[in-house]
């Protein structure tokens, strides 16, 4: 395992509930204050979790406005979180340079500032990148993962930052930095919360690197197994789950749901109940016994994901047509 390891992690949509879908939604976001703002269920005890451990490293990538840096940082440090790095979004100087498109352009903004960032963090380091369905995080994470490991080029950056209207200068610094970014497989796992619900089965076409997440509960268990949370901060994030609707049965379904897809193996879920107290919480009974059931049952996994590259760009114009649509 790599002595370095960074989560990248969106805000909105990912860690904090914004309501940005309506512009009445995004006014009131700006202007709430830090108290006013509520993480997800699971969301602070996990990412307390992370930051406790040796060699972690929490970079916060969000496309909320430069200007609410300190409202956020205020919010994080409610719920004892204190990221190394927080990289938002230049609104304002779009705004006042007429890039009207470059407001809500993600692509254009997220591409470049992975890559920026890379050439900051620790060398060699690796990656757990954290976003949701409500935008292009799936694609962006994707293309980023595939750019550092060399499986596409320069040539793909380019196509797609051009075809999401970056301005060359924009461009040409994202090309520099991909250039110092040595070939590096240094993307191990990708989450995405499904905000939208989208069915898992349609982002499938990242590859197995990425796994679509339901609530933390689901994060904290993909984590632990991989050996970057501990137990004691996996109960933290499974109570949060629980209290915030449904009970322990709500979060023993969300469990195996995540195992019967086949991103998380069933020994990972016993292991983390072994490590943990019997008198710790009442979710041990129900998820055994859920764990017993889903056993018995018809393999509900996943299909295979393709190993093959994807066609970002096609991807690209095939979700903003689609989105273009919606809106």
Request: aromatic share 6%.
């Amino acid at each position: 395992m790599p002595r370095h390891h960074v989560f990248r992690w969106d805000l909105d949509k990912t860690y904090l509930q914004t309501p940005f879908e309506s512009l009445r939604g995004l006014v009131r976001t700006f202007f709430e204050s830090a108290g006013s703002k509520v993480a997800y269920p699971g969301a602070a005890p996990v990412l307390r979790g992370i930051a406790r451990r040796p060699g972690h490293h929490l970079y916060i990538l969000s496309g909320s406005p430069k200007q609410m840096a300190k409202v956020l940082y205020t919010k994080l440090a409610l719920d004892g979180v204190e990221p190394e790095e927080m990289t938002l979004k230049p609104s304002l100087e779009h705004l006042l340079k007429g890039r009207f498109r470059a407001i809500r352009e993600q692509m254009g903004y997220k591409l470049p500032a992975l890559l920026e960032s890379r050439t900051r963090a620790p060398v060699g380091s690796a990656e757990t990148l954290v976003g949701d369905d409500a935008e292009l995080d799936p694609l962006i994470y994707s293309l980023y993962a595939d750019l550092l490991a060399r499986r596409i080029g320069a040539e793909t950056l380019e196509l797609v930052l051009a075809e999401a209207g970056v301005e060359e200068e924009e461009r040409e610094t994202a090309r520099a930095n991909l250039g110092l970014a040595p070939p590096d497989r240094g993307v191990e796992r990708i989450l995405i919360r499904l905000a939208r619900e989208t069915p898992p089965a349609e982002l499938s076409v990242y590859g197995r690197r990425l796994v679509p997440v339901r609530d933390y509960f689901q994060i904290a268990l993909l984590l632990f197994e991989a050996g970057r949370l501990g137990p004691v901060a996996v109960a933290e994030a499974a109570r949060d789950v629980a209290a915030a609707g449904g009970g322990s049965g709500v979060v023993a379904e969300s469990g195996v749901e995540l195992v019967q897809r086949g991103a998380v193996e069933p020994a990972a879920v016993r292991a983390w109940l072994a490590a943990i107290p019997d008198s710790t919480w009442e979710i041990r009974r129900p998820l055994l016994d859920a764990l017993e059931l889903a056993a018995t049952e018809e393999d509900a996994a996943l299909p295979p994901s393709p190993d093959t590259t994807p066609d970002y760009l096609a991807l690209y114009r095939s979700l903003r047509a689609s989105k273009a649509r919606v809106s």
